[in-house]
Structure formats: structure tokens, C-alpha cells
């Protein structure tokens, strides 16, 4: 009986210092968080901010790879403080990936964002930073990550927005997988007429003329993970926003365009 005691002391023990671990980096990763939000806030025309505010990214971002490729369990944490200051964290299904998103605060109306993809494969975490193709790409921000099994391979379903400007944004959807221990950041699986395509995406610019002075829907684009429905909206030539939808479904191999 005092054994099992011993037992479970040690067992509470451990976990509460697991615990006190993780809560020491997600202060550690905050502490440096607030500082891009510091840097953003001042004058950004001062050589001495902007490259304060470069370096406090720089910093942030060597943080964030650092932990998330050397502590597995932070895969699942949810790093409530670091979300409630901004950082946005989206987890698939079955906990196996993971992306963090940020405003690295050197836009203006035009946001630009950073990522970090994190992945777990045989108990062990890897990380790696999203790809810059050049210094006008904005970036985006993903919001949710979804489960889809094809053949004998699991994908990744991601949806991400881009701030372009106060009124224009771009929205995508995007397919990831893990394939041999490595991020696969253009899996294809989304049946279109020009091929079998990575991801597709579209421009809403609320600032023209046929979307002006009118209540425009929802226009963000939705997965069904019950029915395995892409749905995005309609938008016509002239830039206008309908409250019609173009349907993608899983057909067991890929998502197709389908009429409902």
C-alpha cells in the first residue's frame, strides 16, 4: 500500500512539473512575443524601431522552432496566454500537425504573417518555418487544419486568409501531408479542369463598386469534415461577392466539383 502511495506522489509530482515546464516556455515564448507588438507600436519610420521590430521576430521565431522541434508535448498545449495576445494556432484532428500563424507587424493596412508548421511523427516533433517567396508576399494566417485519409495517405486540410488591405483579402485552401518523416507542403488531391492542384483560392475585394453599400454574406470558405465539402462562394468577373457556392467533394481519391 505504501508503495502504490510512493507511486502515485511521484505521479502527481511529475505531472504538476510537466506542467510548470510547459507554462515556464509559453513565458518564455510570450515575453518574447510582446515585443513585436512593442516595436509595431512605435514609429516604424525609425530606422532604431523597424529594426528592433526585425530582430524581436527574428527572435520570436528562433524560440518558437526551438521548442516545437524539441518538446513533443507541445504539440498539444494549447498556449492560451500566446493565443490571447495574438498568436494564432491551428491543430488537426489528430494532433499530429500543427500551425502557428503571427502579424509580424511591419505592415499597414496590408498585413504580412508569419508561420511556423509543426508536425509529429513516432512520438517525435519536428518544425520548420513557412517558405518567403518574396518580400511583397503577405503571407496568411490559418485558421483550421482538418483529416482526410486517400489511399493509404493521410492529408491535411488548411484554410488560411490574407489581409491584402482594409477591404482586400485573399482566401485558400491548401493541402499538406507527412509523408517519410517530412512536411509535404504541395500534396495535391483538389480535381480541378487545369489538373490535380495543391490549392485553390480567391481575391474579395469589398472596396469595388458591386460589393459597396451592400451587406455582403459570409464569404470565407467552409469545410463540411461530415461531408467532406469544400464550399467557396461565387465571385463574378466584376469582382461582386453572390451568395452562390462552388462545391468541392471527396470522391475517395480527390475532391471534385460537384452541382447540388
Given amino acids: 500500500m505504501k508503495v502504490k502511495f510512493t507511486i502515485l506522489i511521484l505521479t502527481l509530482f511529475s505531472t504538476f512539473a510537466f506542467a510548470q515546464s510547459l507554462k ?3 513565458n518564455i ?4 512575443f510582446q515585443k513585436i507588438d512593442y516595436w509595431s507600436s512605435n514609429d516604424r519610420t525609425d530606422k532604431h524601431s523597424f529594426d528592433s521590430l526585425y530582430t524581436s521576430n527574428m527572435k520570436f521565431e528562433k524560440l518558437l522552432l526551438k521548442y516545437t ?3 513533443p508535448e507541445t504539440i498539444n498545449y494549447n498556449f492560451e496566454l500566446l493565443k490571447n495576445n495574438g498568436l494564432h494556432i ?3 484532428e489528430d494532433g499530429l500537425f500543427r500551425i502557428y500563424s503571427w502579424d509580424d507587424g511591419t505592415g499597414g493596412t496590408m498585413r504580412f504573417f508569419k508561420n511556423i508548421y509543426q508536425y509529429k511523427v513516432n512520438q517525435k ?3 520548420k518555418n513557412s517558405p518567403k517567396y518574396d518580400e511583397k508576399d503577405a503571407g496568411c494566417f490559418y485558421y483550421q487544419i482538418n483529416d482526410i485519409n486517400s489511399g493509404n495517405k493521410k492529408f491535411y486540410i488548411t484554410l488560411g486568409t490574407s489581409i491584402l488591405s482594409s477591404g482586400l483579402s485573399y482566401h485558400t485552401i491548401k493541402i499538406f501531408s507527412i509523408e517519410d ?3 509535404n507542403e504541395n500534396a495535391k488531391l483538389i480535381k480541378t479542369k487545369t489538373g490535380i492542384r495543391n490549392q485553390i483560392g480567391y481575391e474579395v475585394d469589398l472596396t469595388s463598386r458591386t460589393n459597396r453599400d451592400r451587406e455582403v454574406g459570409n464569404y470565407k470558405i467552409e469545410y463540411d469534415e ?3 465539402v469544400i464550399s467557396i462562394p461565387l465571385i463574378l468577373e466584376n469582382s461582386k461577392v453572390t451568395g452562390e457556392k462552388i462545391h468541392y467533394q471527396f470522391k475517395g481519391k480527390y475532391f471534385e466539383k460537384v452541382k447540388f
Avoid: G, R, Y
Wanted: glycine share 0%; no cysteine; proline share 0%.
Fill in 29 to 32: 515564448l510570450n515575453e518574447s
Fill in 24 to 26: 515556464t516556455v509559453e
Fill in 69 to 71: 522541434s524539441t518538446l
Fill in 181 to 183: 518523416a517530412k512536411l
Fill in 226 to 228: 461530415k461531408n467532406k
Fill in 125 to 127: 516533433v519536428f518544425s
Fill in 90 to 92: 491551428a491543430t488537426s
